[in-house]
């Protein structure tokens, strides 16, 4: 019987999507659920977006595109990373994908051979340990649990970058924790990397734009600008305009990765479709009021789902970005659901207890890796929202 390549029996499906699909079919069976699993900003972009979209299908060349991005798209991506201090950058510094996650791929396949080591902080996004698995590289993780406040400190990532790894992944703001760095916190990092010149280092900070409480979004770049020449920063529409669906990613970095991107782009997908790309440039160049006004609410979303958390009694950062809370729901395990007597021995279990009793979809911690947790993402729609955490604190009242 003929086979399939080995690196297939190292790939998995995402975590997070067989919770939305099972969360998606008991609602298609008529259970009433709410679904704080998919990370999906669930808002659409502004109208001039879908303007450039229509202009570019009336315009539509029909030609290829190039495997780099438009002159124009990387013009308007240039411009917007101006606006979080990233400047000095050409457009041979960049190059685009189809989605962050693509371009993340691509960079990974660019620098990493079998057997390099790739390190980077728990919780992580469920797509680091996926890529590299599937490239056979080594993983070395760096455990930054609730009680640091899910944050990695200088000490660890000396350790860490004492080991000479070819890649150091860094997610600010980060997925699933919602957890933002500050600028000290920043520079003290920044500091260790400029120590240990062997290492890239990947800067996936697409929820850069979604950023809470005044405490600002910083990059070690800003920090050492002599790390510009190995700091391969990456951004998305995806989550900054509500455009998850539209597929477009960036990078802005060392002119040898940013090229090395294009030649798999030529391999992989060759271009951006010249509507995504109109409507990309419309997205970075033209009004930015709907992500302000989404920031603000997010933010007042936060802060509703804190209260719960807190009312509760769970060990839970305060996320300062992005759109995750991360409970520790540690407190939980060795106990039973009173109601439907199902038994809560770790976070899976948790989930499913929660989504069988209550109808509330999360996503384990165990899928970001770090199995005390959870990931509620609080992208619903807002009516959805206050009555969701009313369930949540329910099942945790019922618990024995």
Known sequence: MLQLARRMSRAKPSAIMMVAEKAKRLKAEGRDIISFSIGVPNFLPGDHVYAAARDALAKDSGQYGSNRGSDALLDAFLKHIEQVGLTGYTKANCATGIGAKHVIYNICEALLDEGDTITFPTPYWTSYVDIAEILDAKIDLLPCPAGQD????????????????????FNNPSNPTGMVYTKAEIDALADVVA??????????DIYNRMVFDGVGYHNFVNARPELRDRVIFIDSLSKTYGMPGWRVGFMAGPEVVAKAVVTMNSNHITNLPEVTTAAAIAAL????????????????????????????????????????????????????????????????????????????????????????????????????????????????????
Not at 163 to 168: G, I, L, N
Not at 195 to 204: E, G
Not at 299 to 309: E, I, P, S, T
């Open 285 to 400: 160049s033209g009004p930015q009021d709907v992500s302000t006004a989404k920031c603000a609410e997010f933010q007042a979303k936060r802060d509703q789902v804190m209260a719960v958390m807190d009312s509760i009694g769970l060990v839970c950062p305060k996320p300062q970005g992005a759109f995750y809370v991360f409970p520790d729901i540690s407190s939980a395990f060795g106990k039973t659901h009173g109601p439907t007597g199902l038994a809560i021995g770790n976070d899976v279990d948790f989930c499913n207890a929660l989504l069988e009793a209550k109808g509330v979809a999360c996503v384990p911690g165990s899928a970001f890796g770090e199995p005390r947790a959870l990931r509620i993402s609080y992208t619903c729609p807002t009516p959805q929202l206050a009555p969701g955490l009313q369930r949540f604190a329910e099942f945790f009242a019922e618990l024995r």
């Open 150 to 169: 899910y944050k990695l400190t200088p000490a660890q990532l000396d350790v860490a970058l004492a080991k000479k790894p070819r890649v150091f992944l």
């Open 195 to 204: 120590k240990y010149p062997d290492t890239w280092v990947i800067t996936d």
